[in-house]
C-alpha cells in the first residue's frame, strides 16, 4: 500500500503540482533568453558548480515510474549519489511515506459535494466509468476521488504494473533505498501538503475533461511507451516538446502555472542546499530542458551547469 501510494504521489506531483511561494531567484525568462536558447545535451546526470560554491553538487532527472525491464542506472550516477551529503527529491519521499502523512494527504484527494458523474456529459461518464471498472478499486471511492487523481490512479493500478502487466519500479524508490544503505539524510524541494492544497485552483470541471482527455489519447507520444523511449533516449528536450503538446491541445495552463512555477521557485531553495554542501538533486526529467528549465535557470543564476552521462 505505502508504495502504490508513493507512486501516485510521484506522479500527481509531476503533472499537476502548482507554485509554491517562496522567493524567487530567478524572474521569468525574457524572450531575448528563449530565442537564444539552445538545445541540451543528451543527458539525465548533470555537475553543477561555481558562482562561489565550495563544492560541486549534482542534478538527476528522473522518470517517476518506468516497467522493471527498461530500468538503468549509470555507475556515474551511483558515484554521485556516493559523494554527496544529502539526498533531495521534489519531495520528502521519507517523510511522506509515514503512514500519518499519507492519512493526512487521503482528505485532499476527495471531492465534497460532487461526484465524477456530475463533471461530466453521459457520453463521457460511460467512457470513465468503463476504464474505472478495470481497476479493481472500489468504485465509491473513485466516484467521489477529484478527477486528477482519479487520472494517476488509472495509470498506476494496484501492484505497481502496467496494463500490460509489466512490473513497474520508480527510480525515487531506487535511489530513496541507495540513500538509506549509505545512511545520507533526505529532503524535499517542496512539500506534498502545499502542493496537493494547490490543485484547487484548478477547476474540477477541467480536471474532468483533462481526464476524459487521457482515457481517449492513444497516441504514441503521450504513451507510457513512448515517454519510456524517449527518457531511455537521454532526450530532456523531447520531454519538454512532450508538455508543448498538452498545450497545443488545450492544456495552455500547463507550462506556465503547473510547470515554469516550480522550475523558478526551486531554485531559491537549491541554492541553499548546494552552500552547506554537495547535494544530489532527482526531479523529473522534465524539468530539465528548454528555457524554462531548472538547467538553464541555475545557468542564469551564475552557476555552471554541465552534463555528466
Known amino acids: 500500500m505505502r508504495k502504490l501510494f508513493l507512486f501516485v504521489i510521484l506522479t500527481i506531483l509531476s503533472l499537476f503540482a502548482g507554485k509554491a511561494q517562496v ?20 543527458a539525465l546526470l548533470w555537475k553543477i558548480s561555481g558562482n562561489g ?52 494527504l487521503m482528505p485532499k484527494m476527495m ?5 465524477l458523474k456530475d463533471l461530466m456529459s453521459a457520453e463521457d461518464y460511460k467512457l470513465v466509468k468503463a476504464k474505472l471498472a478495470d ?22 493500478p494496484p501492484g505497481g504494473s ?7 519500479v520508480s527510480y525515487e524508490m531506487h535511489i530513496m533505498d541507495l540513500a538509506k544503505a549509505q545512511k545520507k539524510p533526505m529532503d524535499g ?20 475533461q483533462m481526464l476524459v482527455s487521457s482515457i481517449r489519447d492513444t497516441t504514441d507520444t503521450n504513451s507510457a511507451d513512448g515517454l519510456a523511449s524517449i527518457y531511455l533516449d537521454r532526450d530532456i528536450n ?19 502555472f503547473l510547470l515554469k512555477g516550480r522550475n523558478r521557485n526551486w531554485i531559491p531553495v ?30 542564469l543564476a551564475g552557476y555552471t551547469v554541465e552534463p555528466i552521462k
Open 189 to 208: 524541494l517542496e512539500t506534498a501538503m502545499y502542493q496537493m492544497s494547490m490543485f484547487d485552483s484548478i477547476p474540477l470541471e477541467t480536471q474532468a
Open 135 to 156: 481497476t479493481g478499486l472500489p468504485s465509491f471511492l473513485l466516484e467521489k476521488m477529484k478527477p486528477m487523481f482519479v487520472s494517476v490512479m488509472l495509470e498506476n
Open 162 to 168: 502496467s496494463e500490460e502487466g509489466d512490473e513497474m
Open 111 to 115: 471531492m465534497k459535494d460532487k461526484t
Open 238 to 256: 523531447k520531454m519538454v516538446d512532450m508538455m508543448g503538446e498538452m498545450e497545443e491541445k488545450g492544456d495552455d495552463s500547463f507550462t506556465e
Open 23 to 42: 522567493p524567487q531567484a530567478v524572474e521569468a525568462v525574457s524572450e531575448v533568453e528563449r530565442q537564444n536558447f539552445k538545445p541540451l545535451a543528451k
Open 270 to 299: 537549491m541554492e541553499g542546499k548546494m552552500k552547506k554542501g554537495t547535494t544530489f538533486f532527482a526531479v523529473g526529467a522534465g524539468h530539465l530542458g528548454a528555457s524554462f528549465g531548472v538547467i538553464n535557470l541555475l545557468r
Open 53 to 104: 560554491l565550495g563544492k560541486v553538487s549534482f542534478l538527476y532527472g528522473t522518470i517517476h515510474m518506468i516497467d522493471k525491464a527498461s530500468f538503468f542506472m549509470d555507475k556515474e550516477t551511483e558515484d554521485a549519489i556516493a559523494e554527496s551529503q544529502e539526498i533531495v527529491f521534489e519531495i520528502d519521499l521519507e517523510e511522506e511515506m509515514n503512514p500519518m502523512a499519507m492519512l493526512s
